[in-house]
């Protein structure tokens, strides 16, 4: 099995390097059939993987391919964990992958980067890989990193426009924070348990449960500082508050990527991360209540953000941020294994909206203002079927994939009693009526009401493959004027949304069982006794059929209700109400529509707190001190000395006799006095 596990890695790297460094010789064709050829053998062996050690049973694995490096004791090591969490999350990653890749020959077909965009996509799922896939702190860290590079790559596809390059940098910036935390964590680790394996740090972490260490003059607890720093990184990475800023700007790349990136992918490896991490998590409480409550905010209040926002994109994107703070809330509760399956279920619905949203965006010649569309219902039947599968998913209806996670999580909260718990609840409650708001909010003003693309300009059109490039749509001079009707995407666009549906239905109600109160993650996932909130749960399941049905009669059914109904009310039945209310709740949109004023805080004290202080280090120290002082200052002493001496050089023989005999009495003499 040694070798299945090496070519799911390599397959992707291999199509990677053969359409980044040859696409130009072997054409388009061959760089998507190559790098779609190395997904779906990496998928195709994944559930290899999968029917060996979770349907068959076969015992985990757990092994080294080689050493890197040796340091005072310490072996640095490349190797593999495969267990039931990774066989999931690599069955995930490839599928979803596989199905971005496929969508990707219709979306980004006239674009000048495409086998560059095929290559950078193969090379991110290789990362990915080998994150989900580390038994160690080491290659952990280099998976998490390379996803970051390739996402850097990614959110600035289109290099030329000035907003993806700011997009990019912002989350690469960000993401910096994030990960510098997650190193300290990883320091940390390496500094008390002298090891970076898995295995060896879980074994030794019980005997660190009640060490202290000192910062500041105080004592603090190891186990809680490394699990906050590990954290920090999570934070970065699934865009936790107040790190999350970076996540809706990087819609400014192709939607592929967003599919890619933020459903399935890199946003969900710092929930894998917490929840592969989970025997050193239950040594402190102090490190749960701090995630359950990050968590609880990003939750309702990024969730509040999608209200305002009128780029069908973006209503995803915020959609996401919510989601993942649901997962992180799971996380707080101690209720990985619920914080995981929402990751599962997530990533089928979450990336069948964003590629609906991609083909809604080809449909309407490539126009992103929701504003603009209306009754696309009778033009775009299949992309309109499945956003409303994604829709239903997202917000939790009951028999959707994502009721059976979503609710798994409200009532995991309810049952807790980890500090923070009850506001969480709060949170994640009424977060359900917001999800469901926005969702239908979206789903009406896209593919219900009247026609308003009629009114659409020749200037806002966009171009198929990307929303935004450089000066023009997608790198493409094409311009679609308001006569075009819109149109059903081809079948290389619409074939990934209809098999990204299926599990968007079934996948929830169908492992709901085994994953959450089953033995599934026995032996993966820890869980201390006093913080198992699920098991109440537990005690009354009764099937996925009677979970559905319980779950008719729950609050966040009829919560959820009430939001499509208020999306209906408001944007289909009396539209004019959507301006009044925006009218009378002037203040509160005007804070939902600056972000809470994120940014704001961020370019004040942070872009142009940086910009001043380095405009006072160069005033000060550069030309002040170094350019002032050392450079142009002893220039000007050594100027000064050498005007001065040079009139010892007259030029005349008898004034250096002169000056000859002078200085031979002067030596003389000391001799003699001496």
């Known amino acids: 099995m040694l070798t299945v596990y090496i070519f799911i890695v390599l397959m992707p790297l291999f199509g990677a390097i053969a359409a980044g460094l ?18 779906g053998g990496s998928f195709v062996l994944s559930l290899v993987v999968f029917n060996r050690h979770v349907l068959s049973g076969e015992p985990d694995f757990n092994g080294t391919l080689y050493t890197w490096a040796m340091m005072e004791g310490v072996r640095l090591e490349i190797g593999f964990l495969v267990d039931s969490l990774t066989a999931m999350m690599i069955t995930v ?23 560059r965009f095929f290559s950078y996509i193969s090379l991110f799922t290789f990362s990915m890989l080998m994150l989900v896939m580390s038994n160690n702190f080491l290659q952990l860290f280099f998976g998490w990193e390379a996803v970051g590079v390739v996402s850097y790559l990614l959110i600035g596809f289109w290099y ?22 997650f190193l300290l964590g990883i320091a940390s680790i390496l500094m008390f348990f002298n090891s970076l394996d898995y295995a060896d740090v879980f074994h030794a972490a019980p005997l660190y449960a009640d060490k202290t260490i000192s910062i500041g003059g105080g004592q603090w607890s190891l186990m809680t500082i490394t699990c906050i720093l590990l954290f920090i990184g999570a934070m970065g990475k699934s865009a936790q508050v107040p790190l999350h800023v970076w996540l809706p700007d990087s819609m400014e790349g192709p ?109 309407m010649h490539h126009e992103q203002d929701m504003r603009k569309m209306g009754g696309l219902r009778k033009y775009m039947p299949i992309t309109w079927i499945t956003s409303l599968i994604g829709s239903l998913a997202l917000i939790g209806f009951p028999g959707f994939s994502g009721f059976y996670s979503k609710d798994s999580i409200i009532e995991a909260v309810k049952a807790s009693h980890i500090p923070g718990s009850g506001f969480a609840y709060f949170a994640v409650i009424v977060g359900v009526f917001v999800t469901a708001f926005y969702s239908f909010r979206m789903y009406f003003l896209v593919f219900h009401g009247k026609e308003r693309f009629q009114h659409s300009h020749a200037g806002d059109s966009r171009h198929a493959g990307a929303e935004e490039h450089g000066g023009h749509v997608d790198g493409h001079d094409h311009q679609h004027g308001h006569g075009h009707r819109p149109h059903e995407s081809p079948a290389v666009v619409t074939v990934p949304l209809i098999m990204l549906a299926i599990p968007s239905i079934f996948i929830g109600g169908m492992t709901i069982g085994s994953m959450l109160f089953g033995s599934y993650f026995e ?78 805080f961020n370019q004040m004290f942070f872009a142009d707190g940086s910009r001043r202080l380095g405009s006072a280090l160069w005033k000060f120290g550069d030309a002040g001190l170094i350019d002032g002082l050392l450079v142009n200052g002893s220039a000007r002493t050594i100027g000064w000395v050498a005007s001065v001496v040079r009139h010892i050089q007259s030029g005349y023989l008898f004034h250096y006799a002169f000056a000859m005999i002078v200085g031979l009495l002067g030596l003389l003499t000391w001799i003699v006095v001496r």
């Open 160 to 181: 030329k426009r000035p907003t993806a390059i700011y997009a990019n940098m912002k989350a690469f910036l960000v993401n910096r924070v994030g990960d510098f935390g």
């Open 255 to 363: 939607t592929p990527i967003s599919a890619l990136i933020h459903a399935a992918t890199m946003v969900t490896a710092g929930i894998f991360m917490v929840a592969r991490m989970s025997p050193l998590f239950e040594l402190s409480s102090t490190a749960l209540s701090f995630v359950l409550v990050i968590g609880s905010i990003t939750a309702l209040f990024m969730g509040l953000l999608g209200i305002v926002q009128n780029d069908i994109k973006r209503v995803v994107a915020y959609s996401t941020l919510s989601q993942l703070g649901y997962m992180t809330v799971a996380l707080g509760v101690s209720a990985y294994s619920a914080a995981v399956f929402h990751l599962m279920t997530h990533a089928f619905f979450k990336a069948l909206l964003f590629l609906a949203a991609g083909s809604v965006i080809i449909g």
């Open 523 to 600: 032996g993966v996932i820890y869980v201390a006794p006093e913080h198992d909130a699920l098991a109440h749960l537990a005690e009354h399941f009764h099937g996925a059929i009677s979970f559905a049905l319980h779950g008719i009669l729950g609050l966040p059914f009829w919560l959820a209700m009430a939001g499509v109904w208020s999306a209906w009310f408001i944007y289909m039945k009396h539209p004019e109400y959507a301006e009044h209310i925006r009218l009378k709740l002037g203040p509160i949109h005007q804070i939902l529509e600056r972000k809470y004023g994120f940014d704001d």
């Open 22 to 39: 040859f696409g130009k010789k072997i054409g388009r064709r061959a760089a998507h059939w190559i790098t779609i050829l190395g997904v």
């Open 93 to 115: 990653v490839t599928f979803v992958s596989l199905m971005v890749h496929i969508y990707t020959i219709g979306y980004m077909k006239e674009d000048d980067g495409y086998q």
